[in-house]
Protein backbone atom coordinates (compact mmCIF):
# COMPACT_ATOMS: atom_id res chain seq x y z
CA UNK A 1 0.00 0.00 0.00
CA UNK A 2 1.26 3.49 -0.86
CA UNK A 3 0.93 6.17 1.42
CA UNK A 4 -1.24 9.20 -0.75
CA UNK A 5 -1.84 11.54 1.94
CA UNK A 6 -4.85 12.05 3.92
CA UNK A 7 -7.44 15.17 3.73
CA UNK A 8 -7.90 17.66 6.18
CA UNK A 9 -10.05 16.32 8.93
CA UNK A 10 -12.32 19.23 8.49
CA UNK A 11 -12.55 18.10 4.39
CA UNK A 12 -13.08 14.84 6.00
CA UNK A 13 -16.41 15.66 8.20
CA UNK A 14 -17.73 17.48 5.60
CA UNK A 15 -17.20 14.80 3.04
CA UNK A 16 -19.12 11.95 4.98
CA UNK A 17 -21.47 15.11 6.93
CA UNK A 18 -22.62 15.40 2.95
CA UNK A 19 -22.84 11.39 2.50
CA UNK A 20 -24.66 11.11 4.56
CA UNK A 21 -27.16 13.62 4.14
CA UNK A 22 -27.84 12.70 0.22
CA UNK A 23 -28.21 9.39 1.53
CA UNK A 24 -30.58 10.25 3.88
CA UNK A 25 -32.58 13.00 1.36
CA UNK A 26 -32.63 10.19 -1.36
CA UNK A 27 -34.19 7.83 0.82
CA UNK A 28 -36.81 10.35 2.08
CA UNK A 29 -37.94 11.62 -1.41
CA UNK A 30 -37.82 8.07 -2.96
CA UNK A 31 -40.65 7.21 0.25
CA UNK A 32 -42.14 10.52 -0.56
CA UNK A 33 -42.78 10.35 -4.50
CA UNK A 34 -43.65 6.38 -3.41
CA UNK A 35 -46.36 7.61 -0.80
CA UNK A 36 -44.48 5.03 2.08
CA UNK A 37 -45.15 7.57 4.36
CA UNK A 38 -47.13 11.38 5.50
CA UNK A 39 -46.56 13.36 2.48
CA UNK A 40 -46.50 16.35 3.99
CA UNK A 41 -44.23 15.60 7.11
CA UNK A 42 -41.97 14.15 4.49
CA UNK A 43 -41.81 16.82 2.21
CA UNK A 44 -40.84 19.18 5.32
CA UNK A 45 -38.22 16.70 6.06
CA UNK A 46 -36.95 16.66 1.89
CA UNK A 47 -36.67 20.10 1.65
CA UNK A 48 -34.51 20.66 4.95
CA UNK A 49 -32.69 18.15 4.63
CA UNK A 50 -31.63 19.36 0.61
CA UNK A 51 -31.35 23.35 2.23
CA UNK A 52 -28.84 22.03 4.56
CA UNK A 53 -26.85 20.39 1.83
CA UNK A 54 -27.19 23.30 -0.18
CA UNK A 55 -25.46 24.90 2.67
CA UNK A 56 -22.58 22.32 3.04
CA UNK A 57 -22.12 22.20 -0.35
CA UNK A 58 -21.27 25.84 -1.10
CA UNK A 59 -18.98 25.51 2.25
CA UNK A 60 -17.62 22.54 0.08
CA UNK A 61 -16.80 24.38 -2.59
CA UNK A 62 -15.04 26.82 -0.88
CA UNK A 63 -13.21 24.79 1.47
CA UNK A 64 -11.91 22.98 -1.79
CA UNK A 65 -10.78 25.91 -4.03
CA UNK A 66 -8.58 27.46 -0.09
CA UNK A 67 -7.18 24.25 -0.06
CA UNK A 68 -4.96 21.82 -1.33
CA UNK A 69 -6.22 18.32 -1.66
CA UNK A 70 -3.55 14.99 -1.55
CA UNK A 71 -1.41 13.54 -4.24
CA UNK A 72 -3.37 10.52 -5.92
CA UNK A 73 -1.75 7.32 -5.73
CA UNK A 74 1.03 6.59 -8.25
CA UNK A 75 -1.83 3.74 -9.43
CA UNK A 76 -3.59 6.80 -11.09
CA UNK A 77 -3.14 7.12 -14.93
CA UNK A 78 -3.20 10.59 -16.84
CA UNK A 79 -6.79 9.63 -18.42
CA UNK A 80 -8.08 8.44 -15.11
CA UNK A 81 -6.70 11.41 -13.56
CA UNK A 82 -8.89 13.15 -15.84
CA UNK A 83 -11.74 11.36 -14.77
CA UNK A 84 -11.17 12.03 -10.84
CA UNK A 85 -11.50 15.94 -12.01
CA UNK A 86 -15.12 15.26 -13.76
CA UNK A 87 -16.44 13.20 -11.56
CA UNK A 88 -15.59 15.73 -8.75
CA UNK A 89 -16.90 19.13 -10.91
CA UNK A 90 -20.20 17.00 -11.67
CA UNK A 91 -20.97 15.46 -8.04
CA UNK A 92 -20.40 19.70 -6.91
CA UNK A 93 -22.49 20.33 -9.14
CA UNK A 94 -24.98 18.41 -8.87
CA UNK A 95 -24.85 18.70 -4.68
CA UNK A 96 -25.60 22.38 -5.85
CA UNK A 97 -28.12 22.36 -8.26
CA UNK A 98 -30.28 19.66 -6.73
CA UNK A 99 -31.06 22.13 -3.86
CA UNK A 100 -31.38 24.81 -6.05
CA UNK A 101 -34.19 23.35 -8.97
CA UNK A 102 -35.90 21.75 -5.40
CA UNK A 103 -36.21 25.35 -4.17
CA UNK A 104 -37.05 26.39 -7.63
CA UNK A 105 -39.94 23.53 -8.09
CA UNK A 106 -41.61 24.11 -5.00
CA UNK A 107 -41.84 28.36 -5.67
CA UNK A 108 -43.30 27.22 -9.15
CA UNK A 109 -45.69 25.70 -7.42
CA UNK A 110 -46.81 28.56 -5.95
CA UNK A 111 -45.84 27.81 -2.48
CA UNK A 112 -42.82 28.54 -0.17
CA UNK A 113 -40.24 26.40 0.76
CA UNK A 114 -40.71 25.78 4.33
CA UNK A 115 -37.53 24.15 6.20
CA UNK A 116 -37.03 23.10 9.88
CA UNK A 117 -40.63 23.24 10.39
CA UNK A 118 -41.70 26.65 10.48
CA UNK A 119 -38.98 28.86 8.81
CA UNK A 120 -40.25 29.65 5.39
CA UNK A 121 -37.84 30.42 2.24
CA UNK A 122 -38.21 33.20 -0.06
CA UNK A 123 -39.63 31.51 -3.81
CA UNK A 124 -37.29 31.75 -6.30
CA UNK A 125 -39.10 30.92 -9.49
CA UNK A 126 -42.68 32.44 -10.42
CA UNK A 127 -46.23 30.47 -9.80
CA UNK A 128 -45.87 28.47 -13.41
CA UNK A 129 -47.17 25.36 -14.15
CA UNK A 130 -45.01 24.16 -17.27
CA UNK A 131 -42.49 25.69 -15.12
CA UNK A 132 -42.90 23.17 -12.48
CA UNK A 133 -43.60 20.40 -14.48
CA UNK A 134 -39.89 20.93 -16.12
CA UNK A 135 -38.63 21.43 -12.72
CA UNK A 136 -39.74 18.32 -11.04
CA UNK A 137 -38.47 16.13 -14.25
CA UNK A 138 -34.96 17.46 -13.86
CA UNK A 139 -34.93 17.32 -10.25
CA UNK A 140 -36.17 13.51 -10.54
CA UNK A 141 -33.23 13.40 -13.51
CA UNK A 142 -30.78 15.15 -10.74
CA UNK A 143 -31.77 12.28 -8.25
CA UNK A 144 -30.70 9.56 -10.96
CA UNK A 145 -27.55 11.41 -11.68
CA UNK A 146 -26.86 11.50 -8.34
CA UNK A 147 -27.38 7.84 -7.57
CA UNK A 148 -25.26 7.25 -10.71
CA UNK A 149 -22.11 9.45 -9.80
CA UNK A 150 -22.23 8.37 -6.08
CA UNK A 151 -21.89 4.53 -7.52
CA UNK A 152 -19.50 5.36 -9.94
CA UNK A 153 -17.27 7.21 -7.14
CA UNK A 154 -17.57 5.04 -4.31
CA UNK A 155 -16.95 2.00 -6.99
CA UNK A 156 -13.88 3.72 -8.21
CA UNK A 157 -13.01 3.90 -4.67
CA UNK A 158 -13.57 0.36 -3.94
CA UNK A 159 -11.82 -0.66 -6.98
CA UNK A 160 -8.58 1.21 -5.88
CA UNK A 161 -8.63 0.01 -2.26
CA UNK A 162 -9.72 -3.47 -2.79
CA UNK A 163 -7.82 -4.58 -5.86
CA UNK A 164 -4.93 -2.35 -6.17
CA UNK A 165 -4.01 -1.71 -2.45
CA UNK A 166 -3.17 2.06 -3.33
CA UNK A 167 -4.53 3.61 -0.09
CA UNK A 168 -6.84 5.36 -1.87
CA UNK A 169 -9.95 5.11 0.65
CA UNK A 170 -7.78 6.13 3.58
CA UNK A 171 -7.40 9.54 2.25
CA UNK A 172 -10.82 10.45 3.64
CA UNK A 173 -10.88 7.90 6.68
CA UNK A 174 -8.30 7.72 8.85
Same mark, same amino acid.
Given at each position: *???????????????????????????????????????????????????????????????????????????????????????????????????????????????????????????????????????????????????? *??????????????????????? *???
Amino acid at each position: *MTNTGRYPLRTRILHWLTAILIFATLLVGFAMVNSLGSYAALLGTHMTLGAVILVIAVVRVANRFTHRVPPLPATVGSVEHKLVIGSEIGLYTAMLAQPLVGWALVSASGRSPVIFGSLRLPRIAPFDESLYFILRQGHSVLAYLIVA *MVAAHVSAVLLHTLTLRDGMLSR *MVR
